[in-house]
C-alpha cells in the first residue's frame, strides 16, 4: 500500500470542529488557561523519575478509547469496573492521574475531565520520549458507566492482522491508523507469559517460531528464566524512545509478540511496515494523526457524562 495524499496533522485538526463536534484544540483556554500546562509539569516531572510512564499511559489510553469510548472508565476503582479485569490488571500510571487531577481541582474545580487529562497526559509523555508533540483537542466528559466484559473484546498478542485490521477500523482506523498506533510498542513491554510460547513449544511443535529471529530466541528464553516474572521490551534497541526501530526490527524477525511480527510480513500491511521503518518521520506525523482519531471515539461532551471530581469514582449525585 503507496502512502499518497497523506494528511497533515494540521489539515486534520482543521476538520476537527465538523468532524468532533464539541471537542477542540484550547477547550479549557477561558475556563482552565493552566490546565495543560499543569498536565504537562507533573508528566514532565513523573517522566524524568520513570521513562516507562510513556508505555503506561498509552496503554491506558488505549485500553480506557477502545472500550465503550474514550470516557475514563479504565479509571474507576469501583470491584465490578474495567479497572480490575483481564489485561487491564497489569495498566498503571493511575497515581499520576490522579495527582494532576488534584492539582486541577485545587485550579479549576470541576472543570477539566480525567477523560481529558489521560489524553493529554498521553500526549505529553509520548513527546517527552522523543515521539510527536501534536495538538490534541479537548472538551471530553467522564462516563457514567463501566463496562468490565467489553475489556475481553481488546486485541491480544496472537491476534491474526486480519482481527486487528477489523478491530481497528470498528474504531474508523485506516490501515495506516492501526499500524502507526502498533507502533507505539516502540516503548512497550511485554510479560514473558505473552509470548513464551513462540520460544520453546510452537504451536505444540516443541520448536521455537520459526519466524521469530533465532538469537532473539536465546536471548527472551534467557530474559525469562532469569525471574519470577519477567518482562522485557517490545523494540529491542531503543526501547524507552519514541520511534521507528520497531518497524525495522520486525521486518528482521526481531518482533517480539506474534501480533507485531505477523504485521511485517502480511500483505494488508507489510508495505505500511516498510514505510514507517524508512521514515520515521512519516510514522510519528501518521501517529498524531491517528491519536487525534483515536481520541474522538465515542466521547461525550456539552452536558453528557460528567466531570468528576475525583478520577476514581463517580460524583454523588
Avoid at 471537542?23 to 500546562?37: D, H, K, Q
Avoid at 494488508?268 to 471515539?297: E, H, P
Amino acid at each position: 500500500m503507496k502512502i499518497e495524499n497523506l494528511f497533515t496533522l494540521l489539515s486534520i485538526l482543521s476538520i476537527i470542529p465538523v468532524t468532533f463536534a464539541q471537542l477542540r484544540v484550547g477547550f479549557y483556554n477561558n475556563s482552565c488557561p493552566s490546565a495543560e500546562t499543569i498536565v504537562r509539569n507533573l508528566v514532565s516531572d513523573e517522566f524524568e523519575s520513570d521513562p516507562t510512564i510513556t508505555a503506561a499511559l498509552l496503554r491506558m489510553n488505549f485500553h480506557d478509547c477502545f472500550v465503550g469510548g474514550c470516557d475514563g472508565s479504565i479509571l474507576l476503582n469501583s470491584t465490578d469496573s474495567e479497572r480490575f479485569v483481564g489485561p487491564n490488571l497489569s495498566v498503571r500510571g493511575f497515581e499520576l492521574i490522579d495527582e494532576i487531577k488534584t492539582e486541577l481541582e485545587a485550579q479549576c474545580p470541576s472543570n477539566v475531565s480525567c477523560a481529558d487529562i489521560m489524553a493529554l497526559a498521553t500526549r505529553d509523555s509520548v513527546a517527552l520520549a522523543g515521539g510527536p508533540n501534536y495538538n490534541i483537542t479537548t472538551g471530553r466528559r467522564d462516563g457514567l458507566k463501566t463496562n468490565a466484559s467489553g475489556v475481553f473484546d481488546l486485541i491480544g498478542p496472537t491476534a491474526s492482522v486480519a482481527a486487528f485490521l477489523s478491530f481497528f477500523g470498528d474504531k474508523t482506523m485506516t490501515t495506516l491508523d492501526a499500524v502507526a498506533l502498533l507502533g507505539a510498542h516502540t516503548v512497550g513491554v511485554g510479560s514473558c507469559g505473552l509470548f513464551r510460547n513462540r520460544l520453546t513449544n510452537f504451536n505444540g511443535t516443541g520448536l521455537p517460531d520459526p519466524s521469530m529471529d533465532s538469537d532473539l530466541v536465546a536471548n527472551l528464553t534467557s530474559i525469562c528464566a532469569a525471574s519470577e516474572n519477567p518482562s522485557t521490551g517490545l523494540d529491542r534497541s531503543t526501547p524507552l524512545t519514541f520511534d521507528n526501530a520497531f518497524f525495522g526490527q520486525i521486518r528482521a524477525r526481531r518482533g517480539v509478540l506474534q501480533l507485531d511480527q505477523r504485521l511485517a510480513t502480511d500483505e494488508a500491511t507489510s508495505s505500511v511496515v516498510a514505510q514507517y521503518a524508512a521514515d520515521n518521520d512519516l510514522f510519528k506525523r501518521q501517529f498524531a494523526i491517528a491519536m487525534v482519531k483515536l481520541g474522538a471515539v465515542n466521547v461525550l461532551t456539552g452536558q453528557d457524562g460528567e466531570i468528576r471530581t475525583n478520577c476514581w469514582e463517580f460524583n454523588d449525585n
